[in-house]
């Protein structure tokens, strides 16, 4: 089952920028549905700011942000506990793109504690993931459905994707994003080619 899902990353490249948020939104990093603020979040290019960014499907803010093509993809596959926000990417003063805010509330606690290499916090509660391994126990007694993404809650900023959606989403080719197999993947995985 390790080898049935993978990490979603950034793609390795300096000239794709991370986003950050031009207003406060609540809600995001909670497991539970946000309520949408009737128009798109704004969001801006984050620091460093690539000297020539390249706007691609994939941005992360830590939450994965995704083009329209690739929204309308993913919306069609009606994946449990996702839900998508809009949000508008303020990229120059006079260049502002349609952008979507993957909002994963489905977070499982699976990581399995005593194979995985953790760094922990004095109370126990994860601060880093140098090896991940899943408790593949728990995951089988939830029906696939309600497994194909998810947050991890040890560090809801991971997100994990099944290989059945894996596989729909590399379909279309995608710029700007990688998946990383859990078996593979670290919490230093973002920096590193």
């Known amino acids: 089952m390790q080898n049935e899902y993978c990490v979603l990353e950034s793609a390795a490249s300096n000239d794709y920028p991370m986003l950050a948020r031009d207003e406060f939104f609540v809600g995001l990093v909670r497991p539970r ?24 499907d994939f941005h992360e803010l830590p939450e994965p942000v995704f083009s329209p093509r690739l929204k309308t993809a993913l919306e069609a596959l009606d994946i449990y506990g996702v839900q ?29 504690r005593e194979r995985s290499v953790l760094s922990l916090h004095d109370d126990g509660e994860v601060l880093g993931v140098r090896r991940l391994v899943l408790d593949e126990r728990l995951l089988l007694e939830i029906p696939l459905e309600r497994r194909l993404a998810f947050c991890l809650s040890e560090t809801p900023s991971t997100h994990v994707f099944h290989q059945s959606l894996v596989e729909q989403v590399l379909a279309l080719n995608p710029e700007g994003l990688r998946f990383i197999p859990v078996s593979q993947w670290s919490d230093a995985a973002a920096f590193q080619a």
């Open 33 to 56: 549905p946000v309520k949408p603020l009737g128009r798109p979040v704004k969001l801006r290019l984050g620091k460093p700011i690539p000297r020539n960014p390249l706007m691609v």
């Open 84 to 112: 998508f926000i809009p949000a508008d990417v303020r990229v120059t003063p006079d260049d502002v793109r349609p952008y979507w805010i993957m909002h994963v509330h489905n977070w499982i606690a699976c990581v399995d």
